[in-house]
């Protein structure tokens, strides 16, 4: 059984700092492309960004370019969001994803993903 575990949330200020983890277990990520997306309250789930299978791509939404950086540790299972310069509007939960149907890339889509962690609360107060 595929898991995959987010850490690393928390509340901040404004222009703080943050790195979140996705912990995979129970089958290797190095045939996935890895996702991050978020939900504040009330909206629905976007996009934040992706990593293809072998680090070589990565691409983000408009709204975390320049400021949210993903990275991958094969060898660990791990996959990971580090996040600077935090805003307010970046507070909701942060899901991790696991994309099967497009290593190379990755998905922009979530319907693209197969397997989901539970999240993981941040919340940057101004």
């Known amino acids: 059984q595929v898991q995959l575990v987010e850490s690393g949330g928390g509340l901040v200020q404004a222009g703080d700092s943050l790195r979140l983890s996705c912990s995979v277990s129970g089958r290797t990520i190095s045939r996935f492309a890895m996702g991050w997306f978020r939900q504040a309250s009330g909206k629905e789930r976007e996009f934040v960004g992706v990593i293809s299978w072998n680090s070589g791509y990565t691409h983000y939404s408009d709204s975390v370019k320049g400021r949210f950086t993903i990275s991958r540790d094969n060898a660990k299972n791990t996959v990971y969001l580090q996040m600077n310069s935090l805003k307010p509007e970046d507070t909701a939960v942060y899901y991790c994803?696991?994309?099967?149907?497009?290593?190379?890339?990755?998905?922009?889509?979530?319907?693209?993903?197969?397997?989901w962690g539970q999240g993981t609360q941040v919340t940057v107060s101004s």
């Open positions: 994803g696991a994309d099967g149907l497009n290593p190379y890339d990755g998905s922009y889509d979530e319907s693209q993903y197969a397997y």
